[in-house]
């Protein structure tokens, strides 16, 4: 039978989601987690690939289990018991059995955190940015992005990925409190695509490049031409969707 999860993870402890040859990762310590309590090897599938010192405020995550799983709520207070207190399992349901935590998905929510002001209680999850940012011409820039669909000027090099094509949805910077957040929704991201658009969009709001000359950075298709990629520890996977329910 085939379950899907839900949980969070603090990034800082792993080498991103996927497993690594030398290094921790999320996908790793959930597989010895769930073969350790169910006493069969288990592979796990996640709804993407966050790379190292990435957050995931919600990831969903597919595995097999041939015999199923008489009490799912057990099952995740036990898994919660060793997995660390960088990773929360949240839900554990059963899903059809060609269902697909990663291929299925219809899109992906990311947010990436800045503040402006020194603030203590911030630092671990959101970036201190010391330029003055004008938000407004970020937010045309950031709408100008809809019109694309290629982003290979946001896409670390040399990944084995077949296009570099990307629907973006929605992007968009809005004030919470202290912070500024930056929302985008897309059917599937790049390697490092977010932080790459980050950074390129705070040399706009530098009034170092104009939004114009943001627009001809992703025409050009070249990662060279954009900006700087921002921090892992600010940026986090917010959300996926399905086109069924998954709980």
Known sequence: ???????????????????????????????????????EQIGVTGAGRTDTGVNAST?????????????????VRQ??????????????FPVHDDAHARFDATSRTY?????????????????NCHYQLDFELMNEAAERMLAFTDFTS????????????????????????????FTVTADRFLRNMVR???GTLVEVG?????VDEFCQIIERKDRCSAGQSMPGHA?????????????
């Open 59 to 75: 990831m969903i995550a597919h595995f097999d289990v041939p015999n199923g799983i008489a009490d799912t709520k057990r099952l």
């Open 1 to 39: 039978m085939r379950y899907f999860m839900r949980l969070a993870y603090n990034g800082a402890s792993f080498h991103g989601w996927q497993i690594q040859p030398h290094d921790v990762s999320v996908q790793e310590t959930l597989e010895k987690a769930l073969s350790t309590v169910l006493r």
């Open 206 to 210: 530098r009034h170092r490049i104009t």
């Open 111 to 127: 947010k990436y955190y800045l503040h402006t002001q020194k603030n203590p209680f911030l630092e671990r999850f959101s970036w």
């Open 196 to 198: 790459a658009i980050v």
């Open 154 to 181: 946001f896409s670390k090099l040399h990944t084995d990925v077949k296009t570099n094509n990307c629907k973006v949805t929605h992007a968009r910077w809005e004030q919470e409190g202290a912070q500024w957040v």
């Open 235 to 247: 940026l986090f996977l917010h959300g996926i969707t399905y086109p069924y329910p998954i709980e």
């Open 79 to 92: 898994l919660n018991a060793i997995v660390g207190h960088d990773i929360a399992v949240y839900t554990i």
